[in-house]
């Protein structure tokens, strides 16, 4: 057992879900939001006095300041923060891709992230905590498709970069954890809702599973205080590169 605490952002499923309830099982206190209530309700359920859960948009600025406003005495000192809620929307190249989804990424994975983090920031030095911010390899590897998405999740990798040298001293820790293909709703969000199309992706390519990044998590959280892991990049065995494109004349 552990008196720490633990916010995961996006913890009604996939990689969110399944921190927090790794982090739960070992007896830390977990604060859980999304915007299902009744996803973050059934954790509420498993675990008891040690999650507290607030449905809301993350992007609603206001609302995330209620919610933590609303943080009950024992669920203040946050010692490790996990940005994970995000999104991809849309498989499309660039100029056919719906600008509602690019802002609505942007607002998610970009935005509410740093807005978050800005919130919290007093409290993690206060507590010489932690920051995991879930990227991904698309933000560092272009793929078709990938345009706003992948843009968004750079963003993440070097706003991780840059807070360690603006919190250098402080005993913060953070990192930026950047995964590969990994069977969750991910794909079902992207595509809309469209369960084959999800299906055929991951099919016989052993992904990566919640579980995995969870586990990533709690090694990140449980590391000895002198170790910061910067980035850390996780694919399945079987993704890999591709390679350039060209366009020839004629
Ligand atoms: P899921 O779709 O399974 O989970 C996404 C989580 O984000 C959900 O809990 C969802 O909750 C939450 N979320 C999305 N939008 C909002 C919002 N506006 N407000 C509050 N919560 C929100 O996908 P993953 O678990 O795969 O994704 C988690 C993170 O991992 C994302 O940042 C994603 O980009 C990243 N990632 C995923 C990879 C993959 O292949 N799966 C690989 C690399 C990175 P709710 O809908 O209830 O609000
Ligand atoms: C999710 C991984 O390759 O689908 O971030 O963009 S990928």
């Known amino acids: 057992m552990t008196s720490k605490t633990i916010l995961v952002t996006?913890?009604?499923?996939?990689?969110?879900?399944?921190?927090?309830?790794?982090?739960?099982?070992?007896g830390w206190r977990v604060i859980a939001f999304a915007r299902r209530a009744d996803r973050l309700q059934?954790?509420?359920?498993?675990?008891?006095a040690n999650i507290h859960t607030a449905a809301f948009d993350i992007r609603d600025e206001g609302a995330m300041q209620i919610a933590l406003?609303?943080?009950?005495?024992?669920?203040?000192?946050?010692?490790?923060?996990?940005?994970?809620a995000g999104l991809a929307l849309g498989t499309a190249k660039a100029p056919h891709c719906d600008l509602a989804q690019w802002r609505q990424m942007i607002d998610t994975n970009i935005t509410a992230l740093a807005t978050l983090?800005?919130?919290?920031?007093?409290?993690?030095?206060?507590?010489?905590?932690?920051?995991?911010n879930i990227s991904s390899v698309a933000g560092t590897?272009?793929?078709?498709?990938?345009?706003?998405?992948?843009?968004?999740?750079?963003?993440?990798?070097?706003?991780?970069?840059?807070?360690?040298?603006?919190?250098?001293?402080?005993?913060?820790?953070?990192?930026?954890?950047?995964?590969?293909?990994?069977?969750?709703?991910?794909?079902?969000?992207?595509?809309g809702g469209d369960q084959a199309a999800s299906d055929k992706l991951y099919q016989g390519a052993m992904p990566i599973t919640g579980h995995d990044i969870a586990e990533t998590i709690w090694w990140l959280a449980?590391?000895?205080?002198?170790?910061n892991i910067n980035r850390i990049e996780v694919m399945p065995v079987t993704q890999s590169f591709a390679g350039f494109q060209v366009a020839r004349a004629g």
């Open 10 to 26: 996006g913890a009604s499923a996939g990689f969110g879900a399944a921190t927090a309830r790794c982090f739960a099982q070992a």
């Open 42 to 48: 059934q954790l509420a359920e498993e675990f008891g």
């Open 69 to 84: 406003d609303a943080l009950p005495a024992e669920f203040r000192a946050i010692d490790v923060l996990v940005n994970n």
């Open 117 to 132: 983090t800005h919130h919290l920031l007093p409290t993690l030095i206060e507590r010489r905590g932690a920051i995991v």
């Open 141 to 191: 590897y272009p793929y078709t498709g990938g345009n706003v998405y992948g843009a968004s999740k750079a963003f993440v990798t070097q706003f991780s970069l840059d807070l360690r040298c603006d919190l250098h001293g402080t005993g913060v820790r953070v990192t930026s954890v950047e995964p590969g293909m990994a069977q969750t709703e991910f794909t079902l969000v992207r595509t």
């Open 222 to 227: 449980n590391l000895p205080p002198h170790l």
